[in-house]
């Protein structure tokens, strides 16, 4: 290897998550995700009562409109802090979007909050957020949260 000026000849990684088990969507959301997670083909169900589950929320602390040119990134940058894992009361008609094993990668591209080009720059999506305040999206990391999946109105 020839070494360069302008050129990073090792991988440096600035942030690691882990993969959520499922995300969880605010009832206050869930007309307009429902609608995108159906005509994407991402199946869902609908908490039939309100459940408290362990989650990881993000909070939107701003969204940089401009582009950016000291790193060339593109404008619509939603800058977000996550918050550690918390107990969150999620009311009857919140949707719960498991993560399979196979088909994995659209719900992640599609839902994850702490995406820096995420779901909530473009309308309608961006009218559901406030900076200051949680993303109406919450990251599930462990299974034994969810409500006994008999009840549950799978979409």
Known sequence: VIPCANFMQEIIVKKSMSTPRAYIVDAQASDVMADLLQRLDIPYEVMPSSASLEVESC???????DWDPV????????????QSSAKKEFPEG???????DTRWRIPLLVLEPARLYGLFQFAPFNELITPG???????????????DKTDNQKR
């Open 59 to 65: 909070v939107l602390d701003r969204n940089e409109d």
């Open 71 to 82: 790193y060339s990134r593109y404008g619509n940058r939603q800058i977000v802090t996550c």
């Open 94 to 100: 919140s949707l719960i979007v498991e993560i399979p």
């Open 133 to 147: 305040q949680a993303l109406p999206i919450y990251r599930s990391i462990a299974v034994e949260n969810f409500p």
